[in-house]
């Protein structure tokens, strides 16, 4: 496609449900990235693949935020046991290449958690 | 650890006027890159400019030029010719040295910028 995409653009849930946030990277991008954003705060590092693998997991808060990429495109975040405090804009980049030093953004995801 | 610190949270500037804002930032590396990103309301970020730590001459694009200082630790960004467009959050990011192990960009907290008609 010509941009990142992130669907759904909003999601609201109930405290306790499961939610998956979809990332579709810029066409041939190996390096995808994942970023939390919570209001009237910066980008919070959560994870970043190249190719299928997850190279860098440390920004992960807990054993509730879980990321996939099994075709080395389109990823997958998904949170369990949802909490109020995930309320916030995720947002989902991707890069040519790790080296690249560039990162094309989505528009988010914002989730809210009732 | 790296660390980002933006300490300007809100800066105004009137149009065709020019603005800095300013930015610093942790690190034990010598060879990093550093960036500023643009936030417009809808949520969408745009890089505005890159500087790899290597290179002493700053970078300019356009109306947005860095003044990077190197041994100060220091990345400020210059609008020159403000316009209505600029108004935005802006985003100072540093990012690893291919060496580290690691390919993460760590953000600031922002500046929003009103650009006054």
């Known amino acids: 496609g010509a941009g990142v995409s992130q669907t759904p653009s909003n999601k609201v849930t109930e405290k306790g449900k499961y939610v998956e946030l979809r990332c579709d990277p810029i066409s041939g991008h190996t390096a995808l990235y994942w970023y939390r954003q919570s209001l009237g705060q910066g980008p919070e590092f959560l994870i970043y693949?190249?190719?299928?693998?997850?190279?860098?997991d440390s920004g992960l808060p807990n054993d509730r935020f879980f990321a996939v990429r099994p075709e080395g495109s389109v990823s997958t975040l998904k949170i369990q046991r949802t909490e109020r405090g995930d309320s916030a804009v995720y947002l989902c980049a991707s890069s040519p290449t790790l080296v690249a030093g560039e990162l094309f953004f989505g528009e988010g995801s914002r989730l809210t958690v009732l | 650890a790296q660390t980002v610190t933006q300490s300007q949270p809100e800066m105004s500037v009137q149009e065709a006027e020019t603005v800095t804002l300013s930015c610093t930032y942790d690190t034990s590396e010598s060879d990093y890159y550093l960036f500023w990103y643009k936030q417009p309301p809808s949520r969408q970020m745009i890089l505005v400019i890159r500087q790899e730590a290597y290179k002493q001459q700053n970078a300019t694009e356009n109306r947005f030029s860095v003044n990077f200082q190197k041994a100060a630790k220091s990345f400020s960004l210059k609008i020159s010719d403000s316009q209505l467009g600029d108004a935005a959050m802006y985003f100072c990011a540093y990012r690893s040295p291919t060496t580290s192990g690691t390919y993460k960009y760590i953000f600031g907290t922002g500046t929003r910028l009103k650009v006054l008609a």
């Open positions: 693949f190249q190719g299928t693998g997850a190279a860098d």
